[in-house]
């Protein structure tokens, strides 16, 4: 909308609203500066591909999967888990988490399969495409 010139303010049918701004907004997108963006972009690329944070979470847990050794106690123990109601799955989730707050490799590795044996439909389609993209295979 144009700024209303001093005529016009003049003229006895116009009268200037008292919650007008007093200055003409600034526009944040004009040719210049999208040419600045555009300049940026082309001279400072991404690094690197963008993905969903879930998509991002889902490479961790099969990073963290890809670590962990198979083995039958590991088996046995996530078949457990899975078979346990919420409430008595949710107080081994705190004792694994509480020994994760260690920061050794195996406490972690620990919490992350023992959040791997109840996951939605969603996060298993995640990890599954995490562990997919861990493999190399494009989807």
């Known amino acids: 909308m144009a700024r209303a010139t001093k005529a016009a303010l003049a003229a006895p ?3 200037m609203l008292p919650h007008a701004a007093p200055r003409q907004v600034r526009q944040r997108w004009n040719k210049e500066t999208r040419a600045e963006r555009q300049r940026l972009r082309r001279e400072c690329p991404w690094p690197g591909v963008y ?3 879930h998509a991002r979470d889902a490479d961790k ?3 963290t999967m ?3 050794e198979r083995t039958p106690a590991l ?3 996530s078949a457990i888990l899975g078979g346990m109601n919420e409430a008595d799955r949710q107080r081994v989730m705190i004792v694994l988490a509480a020994n994760a707050q260690g ?3 195996v406490d972690n590795q620990a919490l992350v399969l ?3 044996s109840r996951m939605t439909f969603g996060e298993a389609n995640d990890l599954r495409r ?3 993209r861990a493999d190399g295979v494009t989807l």
């Open 61 to 63: 847990l099969a990073a």
């Open 51 to 53: 993905q969903q944070p």
């Open 66 to 68: 890809r670590e962990a």
């Open 130 to 132: 995490g562990l997919d």
């Open 13 to 15: 049918n116009v009268v």
């Open 103 to 105: 920061g050794t490799a």
């Open 114 to 116: 023992a959040s791997l």
């Open 75 to 77: 088996m046995i123990a």
